[in-house]
């Protein structure tokens, strides 16, 4: 059965950072493509951050040169570092698979807020 399990959320002030975790199961992490997305209250699922599995990362804009998206394969666990948090940043963050679209965990709560 495959599971996605974020964690790390929390917290933070402007110009804080985090660094989320999301623990797989049920498939080998490093086989697949990974996102990280976000939903903020009232607004569309967002992209965050691509790994491909040759390690080769994406982002949008909105989060280029704060977010490092990364692997530890050893552990089957994906991670958002998150630095120079802002207040529009404030949302639940969830990861994907690429070969498991169709399974999402219950994503980390992360707040930026002073």
């Known amino acids: 059965q495959v599971q996605l399990v974020e964690s790390g959320g929390g917290l933070v002030q402007p110009g804080g950072s985090l660094r989320l975790s999301c623990a797989a199961s049920?498939?080998?992490?490093?086989?697949?493509?990974m996102r990280w997305y976000r939903q903020a209250p009232r607004k569309e699922r967002e992209f965050v951050a691509f790994i491909g599995t040759d390690g080769s990362t994406y982002y949008p804009d909105s989060v280029k040169g704060r977010f490092t998206i990364s692997r530890d394969n050893g552990k089957n666990t994906v991670y958002l570092q998150m630095n120079s948090l802002k207040p529009e940043d404030t949302a639940v963050y969830y990861c994907?698979?690429?070969?498991?679209?169709?399974?999402w965990g219950q994503g980390t709560q992360v707040t930026v807020s002073s």
């Open positions: 994907n698979a690429e070969l498991f679209p169709q399974y």
């Open positions: 049920g498939f080998t992490a490093s086989k697949s493509a």
